[in-house]
């Protein structure tokens, strides 16, 4: 019991010190538990010993991931995709198998089977890394994005045939075809089956259980299908995987997928981690450092090779050499499911001892240098490309073209929700705009509808200045990405000192430090919704329209200083908040008691008096010779820290 308690506490302690310095440094919480595992397994300081049960426990980490995996199956999206996914992710698998296999035989001089599983783990790239990535990025949407995430999808579906291949690689030569077309078979009979016979089922139980409305059962029935129908397919002799892939299928398909993938989100990632660190336990970091040459070798063959067979094939779908390298660059790397392919082939005894290692500690790497990667392809990919200067000319000319003939119009950076509806008004009193955006889908329907919407990056001197930055009234900025928006700023206010500038925000964290950098009006959407809420609240309680409009007037007249505090619930206590709001109630031996607000001055702490409650009437303006009295209420904003200090002065007087 001591020595499983002491486990526990430890690998908690280790995994909030490593999974908080992976968010520091940008790297995904994968690589912190394999290191994890690396430090405590045998082959580290030997901290916990290998435990057959905590394997099992673990497996149940990919289980759910199988899960989630079923869940975001979705046949719209593959229709949608289909000539990317089946056709760009076909090939990238397909080719890095053969590839990988070929490789093992001529040069290794190794087994067909070792290098068909080696490939199956070096095919995967790392969706979180890569999403992460693209997304902070804003190219989720651009070509080489799209690409990307198509053949992201393509491994993710990849993964769940070769979950059943490799332990049946395992057979005798003789019967190993049989058994590869048997564990086939059954998995497709599983399938069919279950999607037949589960689908109207799924549907009816789930609608039955959200009657109850009872969170517990509703939590409980997602835990009984993802291990029932595991269990079902265990039993059937095939991999606890594929039932749990089913099950996240057939809920996909009912109105509850979101409500079930964040209920199984915390289960998921515990096991999963788990799960890692099992992994990184395996790692035999002497071996690697004494075989680093052979490490090395393998990460180049796995960078650059899977790297040079996505930007061929991307060439031979008739891609720029910019886009084939964009997308090359960011599937370069290995990914989590690479990890869960490569312990199974061990498990079956499939790899040695020295192939898993190498392999492993080669993934590793490059995991750990893909942020890096990804983060110049834009730079190394134009290099490669004859096309960069005329493609930008091109862009620069387009642009050039859709504000020639307009003056006095506004620019407006990114053409998504809150880009539309600020034309809309544009529109409504004739005001003339040029809008940039990277989406081509949205702009070919933008255009479509007769907007005035070009291609374009707003962070860009050129493209701005052939916007007509020098004969604009004003730009505004709708991106929720705060790196663009600031190199945005600093663009505009260096070719344009008396621009206008009008900047979306999502709250007001950052609103006094987008004013520094320049901008005119900063817009935080989540004070403005509370605004408006308040405003229909009154009017529906029979306040004059005109005078909910002046308290609203009044708050935004004062930059929002009324909302930018708040009281803090337990629901707040992972955000950052700028301001809080305390309300100290003074009790009859408080220091405060008996001494007027200008003798306490608490303004000396940091903090702000918004008002004083007594007798149930609430002062919002006290005077400062106004005396102190016990049961008296006194409304404080601040941060935490100068609240706290302010909190033991009034009532210790320290």
Same mark, same amino acid.
Not at 64 to 75: D, K, N, Q, T, Y
Not at 87 to 94: K, T
Not at 462 to 472: F, M, V, Y
């Given at each position: 019991?001591?020595?499983s ?10 995994a909030?010190? @490593?999974?908080?310095?992976?968010k520091?440094? #940008?790297?995904?919480?994968l ?20 435990s057959e049960?905590?394997?099992? @426990?673990? =497996? ?5 991931l ?9 046949? %719209? #999206? ?6 990317l ?8 698998v ?5 590839? !990988? ?8 001089g190794?087994?067909? #089977?070792?290098g ?18 693209l ?19 393509f491994?993710?579906?990849?993964? $769940?045939p ?12 003789? /019967?190993?075809?049989?058994a ?9 009979? %599983? ?17 039955a259980? %959200? ?14 299908i ?12 095939l ?7 089913? /099950?996240?299928?057939?809920?996909s398909?009912?109105?509850?997928r979101?409500q ?23 790692l035999?970091?002497?071996f690697?450092?004494? *075989? ?5 070798l393998a ?6 090779a ?12 008739r891609?720029?050499? =910019?886009?084939?390298a ?5 599937l ?5 499911? /690479? ?9 079956n005894?499939? &790899?040695?001892?020295?192939? @898993? ?13 893909a942020?890096?990667?990804?983060g ?24 050039a073209?859709?504000?020639? /003939? ?8 990114? @053409?998504?929700?809150t ?8 529109d ?23 907007? *005035?919407?070009?291609y374009?990056?707003?962070?860009r ?7 007509? &930055?020098d ?12 790196p ?12 344009r ?6 900047v979306?925000a ?8 987008? +004013?520094?950098l320049?901008? !005119?009006e ?16 009154? !009017?529906?309680?029979?306040v004059?329209v ?16 009324a ?12 955000q ?6 305390l ?15 200008? =003798?306490?001055? &608490?303004?000396?702490?940091? $903090? ?5 409650r #007594? ?23 601040? !941060?935490s820290?100068?609240l706290? %200090? ?7 007087? +320290?």
């Amino acid at each position: 019991m001591t020595d499983s308690l002491f486990s526990v506490v430890l690998l908690l302690s280790l995994a909030v010190l @490593f999974v908080v310095v992976a968010k520091q440094l #940008r790297l995904p919480s994968l690589l912190a538990y394999l290191a994890i595992g690396l430090i405590v397994g045998p082959y580290g300081f030997g901290l916990l010993a290998e435990s057959e049960e905590a394997s099992h @426990f673990a =497996e149940f980490g990919v289980v759910f991931l199988m899960f989630s995996i079923g869940l975001e199956f979705s046949l %719209a #999206r593959l229709k949608a995709m289909h000539r990317l996914v089946f056709g760009l992710g076909g090939a990238q698998v397909g080719v890095t198998l053969v590839g !990988t296999t070929l490789v093992t035989i001529l040069y290794y001089g190794q087994d067909w #089977r070792i290098g068909l599983a080696v490939g199956a783990a070096c095919a995967m790239s790392s969706t979180a890394i890569v999403s992460k990535l693209l997304s902070e990025r804003l190219e989720l949407h651009s070509q080489p994005g799209r690409q990307t995430m198509a053949v992201l999808l393509f491994q993710d579906l990849a993964v $769940v045939p070769l979950l059943i291949i490799i332990p049946a690689l395992a057979a005798d030569a003789k /019967g190993m075809a049989g058994a590869i077309s048997m564990a086939l078979g059954q998995a497709a009979l %599983a399938l069919v089956a279950m999607i037949l016979v589960g689908q109207r089922l799924m549907r009816r139980w789930f609608d039955a259980v %959200a009657r109850q409305k009872s969170p517990e059962l509703f939590m409980l029935s997602v835990l009984w299908i993802v291990i029932g129908l595991s269990a079902l397919t265990a039993w059937a002799g095939l991999s606890l995987a594929l039932g749990a892939f089913i /099950g996240g299928m057939l809920i996909s398909e009912t109105l509850y997928r979101h409500q079930v993938e964040a209920d199984i989100r915390p289960f998921r990632d515990v096991l999963l981690g788990l799960f890692f660190v099992t992994i990184g336990m395996l790692l035999d970091l002497q071996f690697v450092l004494q *075989n680093l040459p052979a490490v090395l070798l393998a990460l180049a063959l796995l960078v650059l090779a899977k790297g040079g067979i996505v930007f061929l094939i991307t060439l031979l779908m008739r891609n720029s050499p =910019e886009v084939g390298a964009r997308t090359a660059i960011q599937l370069a790397q290995a990914g989590e499911f /690479g990890f869960v392919l490569l312990e199974l082939a061990r498990d079956n005894k499939l &790899l040695p001892t020295d192939v @898993f290692q190498v392999t492993m500690a080669a993934m590793l790497l490059s995991m750990f240098i893909a942020p890096l990667l990804i983060g110049q392809a834009g730079r190394w990919s134009k290099h490669l490309s004859r096309q960069e200067w005329s493609d930008r000319t091109r862009m620069i000319h387009e642009v050039a073209v859709h504000a020639m /003939g307009i003056e006095q119009h506004v620019i407006l950076c990114g @053409f998504g929700r809150t880009g539309q509806s600020v034309a809309r008004f544009l529109d409504l009193e004739s005001i003339p705009f040029i809008a940039l955006d990277v989406d081509e889908a949205r702009i070919r329907q933008a255009v479509e509808a007769g907007e *005035n919407v070009v291609y374009g990056n707003a962070d860009r001197r050129e493209i701005l200045k052939a916007a007509g &930055l020098d004969r604009a009234r004003a730009l505004v900025v709708t991106y929720a990405d705060l790196p663009a928006t600031e190199k945005v700023l600093h663009l505009v206010r260096e070719l344009r000192p008396d621009m206008p500038i009008i900047v979306r925000a999502q709250d007001d964290l950052h609103l006094e430090h987008l +004013k520094s950098l320049g901008a !005119t009006e900063v817009i935080p959407e989540v004070l403005e919704g509370s605004l408006m809420l308040a405003a229909q609240t009154l !009017t529906q309680l029979g306040v004059p329209v005109e005078r909910a409009l002046e308290q609203v007037r009044e708050v935004r007249a004062h930059r929002y200083t009324a909302l930018r505090a708040f009281y803090r619930g337990e629901s707040d206590r992972l955000q950052r908040i700028s301001q809080e709001k305390l309300a100290c109630v003074i009790e009859q031996q408080a220091y405060a008691v008996g001494r007027s607000l200008a =003798e306490l001055d &608490l303004g000396r702490f940091g $903090v702000e008096l918004e008002a004083l409650r #007594r007798h149930r009437v609430r002062d919002e303006a006290p005077l400062p010779e106004t005396v102190v009295q016990p049961e008296d209420v006194l409304i404080l904003v601040g !941060t935490s820290e100068a609240l706290s %200090a302010a909190m033991h002065f009034i009532l210790d007087g +320290k």
